[in-house]
């Protein structure tokens, strides 16, 4: 049987494993992403793609903390998406769908009410945009409806997938057969993966797979109840009549009303519709989904015509670092068994924070680069696509 040898092997291709490849080859680890079907076949291909910078968490109610430590990861962002550098990759190839957020009232709240939850918002990087400024869909919104502008940029997922991928010196493959797939932790710096007919023998293994790490804990007979599930219901309404990327305020809950971003589905415009929907609508049916998407379109932009929309819904869980089943403020990273890592971003913009947090885990435990080693059996595997979207 073919035997590799390697510092580390990364199993899952999604932000968070991409990102931790190339923290973890800056860092001159010897180390290889696997994964089992497509880039980002989960949460971030699924994603809205905003880059949140804080702005959303200012909301009332929402953690403090979730707003620092995500505008610190926004600030690596903005360096990747301007050419990156050091331990920064270059993302300078991202499509930008747009280059802010928006957060808009709608009329029922009334500017002054508006304008009090807004004072909670406007701490730093958030605008009030006036009438002339704000883009097509408010021409004809009603006194009261206000808009502001963050700076929080939206991403295509696919390109960002794609051009992660593209800065991993060619150590993302796919695994042979991920139904064939065994993983003996035997100690701390020794750990055995045995895939179709290689084995490989890493110093440690870190589970980037999303949801799929509950299962590799499992399979590996690590520490259970590390990860939570946190349900959505996503909704695309195609035949979008303007671009909006944004949050529709409901200025009295700790989440937006509405989160939209816009993209394109065979020529068509389409919402891509999250939020308090998404979050609330888990355990409704596609049609019952698509009512409440309706009602809440009509009650964030009642000055549209939205008659002509058509719609499609999905479900998909977000995967955590187990707190309670409330979002945790940061990304996560636990040793499940000797030598194996598992991470959660929580968020994409937190992907940096986890690669930081996979690099500290290992130094901590002693597990540093020694050189490249045998990687010819790896090296023959077939690298994998992107995934496609989910809708
Ligand atoms: C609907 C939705 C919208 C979101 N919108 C936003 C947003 O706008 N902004 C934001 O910051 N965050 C958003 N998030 C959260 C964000 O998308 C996730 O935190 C992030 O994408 C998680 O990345 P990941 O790499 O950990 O997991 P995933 O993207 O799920 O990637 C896991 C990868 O592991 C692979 N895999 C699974 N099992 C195995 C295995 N056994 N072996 C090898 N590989 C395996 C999968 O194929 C996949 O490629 C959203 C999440 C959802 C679900």
Redesign the pocket.
């Known amino acids: 049987m073919p035997e590799a040898r390697c510092d580390i092997v990364i199993?899952?291709?999604?932000?968070?494993?991409?990102w931790t490849l190339h923290t973890l080859l800056h860092a001159g680890y010897d180390a290889w992403l696997?994964?089992?079907?497509?880039?980002?076949?989960?949460?971030?291909?699924?994603?809205?793609?905003?880059?949140?910078a804080g702005a959303k968490y200012r909301l009332p109610g929402n953690a403090v903390d979730a707003s620092r430590t995500v505008a610190q990861s926004q600030s690596i962002w903005n360096q990747a998406l301007s050419g990156g550098g050091q331990a920064v990759p270059d993302l300078s190839d991202v499509r930008i769908i747009d280059r802010r957020t928006l957060l808009w009232t709608t009329p029922s709240i009334g500017s002054r009410i508006a304008a009090r939850g807004a004072a909670g918002i406007l701490r730093s990087g958030v605008r009030k945009l006036d009438p002339g400024e704000q883009p097509a869909v408010f021409r004809d919104a009603p006194p009261g409806v206000e808009v502001y502008a963050t700076d929080e940029y939206v991403l295509d997922p696919p390109s960002l997938l794609e051009q992660l991928a593209a800065n991993a010196d060619g150590r993302v493959r796919l695994?042979p057969d991920?139904t064939d797939?065994h993983i003996a932790a035997q100690s701390a710096d020794a750990v055995e993966i045995q895939t179709g007919s290689i084995t490989i023998k890493p110093a440690a293994v870190v589970l980037?797979?999303?949801?799929?790490?509950e299962?590799?804990i499992a399979l590996l007979g690590g520490q259970p109840g590390l990860m939570q599930r946190r349900p959505?219901h996503?909704t695309v309404a195609i035949g979008a009549p303007f671009d909006l990327n944004g949050h529709c305020l409901k200025l009295s809950l700790d989440k937006p009303a509405l989160?939209v971003?816009t993209g394109n589905l065979n020529g068509e415009r389409t919402w891509y519709l999250?939020g308090g929907p998404?979050e609330d609508g888990a355990d409704r049916t596609p049609e019952a989904q698509i009512e409440s998407a309706q009602a809440v379109l009509r009650r964030c932009l009642p000055w549209l015509d939205l008659s002509g929309l058509r719609f499609k819904t999905f479900t998909?869980?977000?995967?955590?670092g187990a707190n309670n089943g409330k979002r945790p403020n940061d990304a996560v990273a636990r040793w499940a068994a000797p030598g194996v890592l598992a991470?959660?971003?929580?968020?994409?913009?937190?992907?940096p924070r986890?690669a930081d947090m996979a690099l500290e885990a290992l130094r901590d435990r002693g597990i540093t680069p020694t050189g490249k080693q045998g990687n010819e059996p790896i090296e023959a595997l077939p690298s994998p696509g992107v995934?496609e979207r989910l809708w």
Not at 39 to 45: K, S, V
Not at 316 to 320: F, G, L, Q, V
Not at 343 to 351: D, G, I, M, N, Q
């Open positions: 199993l899952g291709g999604g932000v968070c494993g991409l696997l994964e089992r079907s497509a880039l980002g076949d989960g949460q971030t291909i699924a994603s809205q793609g905003i880059l949140h695994l991920p797939l980037a797979a999303g949801e799929g790490n299962s590799l959505l996503q989160t971003t999250g998404a998909i869980d977000r995967a955590e991470l959660w971003p929580t968020k994409l913009v937190l992907a986890a995934a």
